[in-house]
């Protein structure tokens, strides 16, 4: 089993910036890949970040720019650094962790991020 605990959330201007991260812990393998994905109210959950372990990137278009994700491997923490945030930007932001070689997936409890304009 895999636990991940988030924190960083919270209320913003716009053009603001919040770093959110993810701690995993229990039975994580490098082989994986660790995200970020976030729900607005009455919008399906959506795609911000990927990041596999050796540090390849995807980023939806709507943050491109903005956002960095990135990992520490040795403390099995994935990072959001959010910049120039955006009203629109406001959502609960879950964190992934896709182990590959098993297929299984694990989500976090999600933090909230709200931006005022």
């Known amino acids: 089993q895999v636990q991940l605990v988030e924190s960083g959330g919270g209320l913003v201007q716009a053009g603001g910036s919040l770093r959110l991260s993810c701690a995993a812990s229990?039975?994580?393998?490098?082989?994986?890949?660790m995200g970020w994905y976030r729900q607005a109210p009455g919008k399906q959950r959506e795609l911000v970040a990927t990041?596999?372990?050796?540090?390849?990137?995807n980023y939806a278009d709507s943050v491109k720019g903005r956002f960095t994700i990135s990992r520490d491997n040795a403390k099995n923490t994935v990072y959001l650094q959010m910049n120039s945030l955006k009203p629109e930007d406001t959502a609960v932001y879950y964190c992934?962790?896709?182990?590959?070689?098993?297929?299984?997936?694990?989500w976090g409890q999600g933090t909230q991020v709200t931006v005022s304009s």
């Open positions: 992934n962790l896709f182990r590959l070689l098993s297929n299984s997936e694990y």
């Open positions: 990041i596999t372990g050796g540090g390849g990137t």
């Open positions: 229990g039975s994580v393998s490098i082989i994986n890949r």
